[in-house]
């Protein structure tokens, strides 16, 4: 079983500037990918960023190029920068790890990290 942690989460106020990490229980390179999904409360999880172990970056557009996702193989985290934060970012942040591809794909998740941002 792959385990991830997750950290870094807060209150910020609009415009503010906040960094997630994610540490997952296995190196790295056995892992094809790292990412992220928000979930506000009565809404479905919406997807983030992500991030494989090539180091290729997928954002969404609903980040409007706010976000910056990053890695460090030798200390196996990642680290998502979010930056000019608003209101509607505000949700619990969960971090996942991808092992394989489409047919054969795996998912682990981590328990969440909470953002609030609001004025």
């Known amino acids: 079983q792959v385990q991830l942690v997750e950290s870094g989460g807060g209150f910020r106020q609009p415009g503010e500037s906040l960094t997630l990490s994610c540490v997952p229980s296995?190196?790295?390179?056995?892992?094809?990918?790292v990412g992220w999904y928000r979930e506000a409360p009565g809404k479905p999880r919406e997807f983030v960023a992500e991030i494989t172990d090539r180091g290729r970056t997928n954002y969404s557009d609903a980040v409007d190029y706010r976000f910056t996702f990053s890695r460090d193989p030798n200390k196996n985290a990642v680290w998502l920068q979010l930056n000019k934060l608003k209101p509607e970012d505000t949700g619990v942040y969960y971090c996942?790890?991808?092992?394989?591809?489409?047919?054969?794909?795996?998912?682990?998740w981590g328990q969440g990290t909470q953002v609030t941002v609001s004025s």
């Open positions: 296995i190196s790295f390179w056995r892992i094809d990918a």
């Open positions: 996942y790890a991808r092992l394989g591809t489409t047919g054969s794909e795996r998912r682990y």
